[in-house]
């Protein structure tokens, strides 16, 4: 556990949205305050966030902050990362990136740890490991049970996702927009160039040549580097819903080999690390972003054997289904400390 | 114009949502109020609802009510339709059906007018007309013209459905949750089993035996019906979101030609009556439930060539899109009205 480890942490980005789930998430397990450091821009030095009943101090971040540092989480933007992160790694502090700085890139691993945590072997100190986007993680702890199952050849995702994706600011926003319709007010909008209070829109990210916003060519590149496969083929529509923080994904799947039993598929989820199924068709229950808010597991639901892709031999090549996880937590926070935990189990920092 | 038709009209379920927006499209039309009955449970007996600067007094409905009318809107669910509709048939009512009662019949047509007018063909007074499910509607606008150009082989449809559908008792139920949540309670659930505010949930009509909700086995048996093609395969996945009036749609279709040009596209579904182009790639401007909320048209965005689906001759046959629609209005009432417009110029009342 990295709470006995005796390493020094840091969370960089400490008072954004995911940056105070890492502090949570490091106190959870037991890593002393005095082996965590906190940074965020110098606009917030000397804040003071909570470590559970304690507090640590914010500090503005610099070229020498990392210096003494083993372990650094950073969730505060790609341009910090890619600032911060290569300095302090050459001088062989371990970084944990979240943002979408480094995660193409062919030396960094792309790393969910339930799926490919072999893809950390080699690890040492002094090197960038990329935690993936959230709504992909959200999707591919949901699917990568039943790609072992069965082979994904194509999926078509449509998400469902929480405004924590844009941060704390969005989360506010939500709030305040809410309740400015509520009060017959026009909703102002600071964060988002459209109301997201009682609306639904379209990924708020720029629109490639092909039509993709990058949220969706993340899901595209990412999944195909963490399965290390670059024949999937996937087809994403990324939408943002007024949920606070956990994502959602309706998930059609065309499968390499045919599926007719429900049960097996639902055991090879159940049976998948960090995930749980909430699948109760007569009580018409499934998963739901405030269920899966505030807990670790990713929910998967909704299966159903799609018919309306049979193959020439009259055998069932369709599933369909729907999952739910915290975007905050699996989808960001708690994958780069799982990421941390894996380090420290193979004693690679 | 049914306005200057000097027949008369029942809206049956006026104090609904729909039959709200029913009574506001026939005044919309010049109706004039003395050719206008509004039926609904004895209980509502005597309230008075608008109608134009007008008012309209709710009548109890009982098997005399319809005798002298000469088109009946239904909207009060499908019991009431199945209690009162066929008797006013035979005696020479038209009934125009909102509810799923009489949808899958052989003797009933299932009607959107800018889709399938032509099987209205034969009318005659004293028959039923039936509007088809609001989501399959909606999705039905946006695809139909692309269905035309190239044909549609399959579709995976999920959407993003507003509680509207589930009429104003549940929009008065995201209304007071979203409060309580704000004020920081616990949403109490009286119309859905779980909360609608900032949440989004599997649609909540019961499940058959195959895994679909009733919401999805609609869209299948419906869009089969309308178009008059039962080889189309159908995925679908009907969610609701915390939104007041209007369904999303986010749409993968598999084309039977290939397509190679967006624009050609485009043009076909801004050609189409009744559907409005919003694909504004740059600016980021898409179809959203809030800008659909109260207009005729079903917006139409996010057009992409599907990479994901390349025929063996390298040609694409796949597209993605997104749709929003008015659920009260093309949704249910504005079709149910249009049915009516559709009879009157046909002289078929």
């Known amino acids: 556990m990295i709470g006995q480890s005796g390493l ?32 965020a821009s110098p ?22 902050s990392l ?34 700085a480094f995660r193409m890139d062919a030396d960094v691993p792309l790393i969910v740890p339930e799926i490919n945590a072999d893809a950390l072997a080699g690890g040492a ?18 699917v990568t049970p039943i790609h ?36 017959g007010l026009e909703p102002t909008c600071r964060v988002f160039a459209q109301p997201c209070a009682f609306n639904v829109f379209s990924h708020n990210t720029p629109i490639g040549a092909d039509g993709s ?18 024949s999937v083929r996937i087809a ?20 390499r080999r045919p599926v007719d039993d429900l049960d097996e598929v639902r055991h090879a989820i159940a049976e998948f690390p960090g995930v749980a199924v909430v699948d109760d068709r007569a009580g018409n229950r499934f998963p739901t972003p405030l269920e899966a808010s505030g807990r670790d597991e990713v929910l998967v639901g909704r299966l159903r054997l799609d018919t309306s892709q049979m193959d020439e031999r009259g055998r069932c090549r369709g599933l369909s289904l729907f999952a739910s996880g915290d975007q905050l937590r ?10 941390a935990d894996l380090l420290v189990s193979h004693a690679a920092v």
Chains 1, 2 share one sequence.
């Not at 072992?148 to 704390?168: D, K």
């Not at 699996?330 to 990421?339: C, D, F, R, T």
């Open 236 to 255: 994403a529509t990324c939408i943002r819903v007024p949920v606070f923080r956990a994502h959602s994904a309706s998930i059609n799947l065309t499968l």
């Open 125 to 142: 100190p002094g090197r960038i490991i990329a935690v993936p986007n959230c709504s992909t993680i959200i999707t591919l702890m949901a």
């Open 67 to 100: 210096a003494d540092i083993d372990i650094a989480l950073f969730s505060a933007g790609s341009s910090i990362s890619k600032q911060f992160a290569r300095t302090a790694a050459a001088r062989g502090t371990v970084i944990i990136d979240n943002s979408s």
């Open 330 to 339: 699996k989808g960001a926070a708690l994958n780069a400390v799982q990421i």
């Open 148 to 183: 072992r199952l069965r082979g994904v050849e194509r999926m078509v995702v449509s998400t469902y996702q929480a405004v924590s994706g844009a941060g704390a600011a969005a989360i506010d926003e939500l709030r305040r927009q809410a309740r400015e319709v509520l009060d």
């Open 43 to 64: 606009r917030s030095a000397g804040l003071r966030l909570p470590y559970g009943v304690q507090e640590i101090v914010i500090e503005a971040l610099d070229t020498e």
């Open 8 to 39: 020094s942490f840091a969370v960089v980005g400490a008072t954004g949205a995911v940056g105070r789930e890492m502090l949570d998430l490091l106190h959870a397990r037991g890593v002393p305050r005095e082996s965590v450091s906190a940074f």
């Open 213 to 230: 916003n990058v949220e969706e060519s993340k899901m595209v590149n990412e999944t195909r580097k963490i399965w290390g496969d670059e």
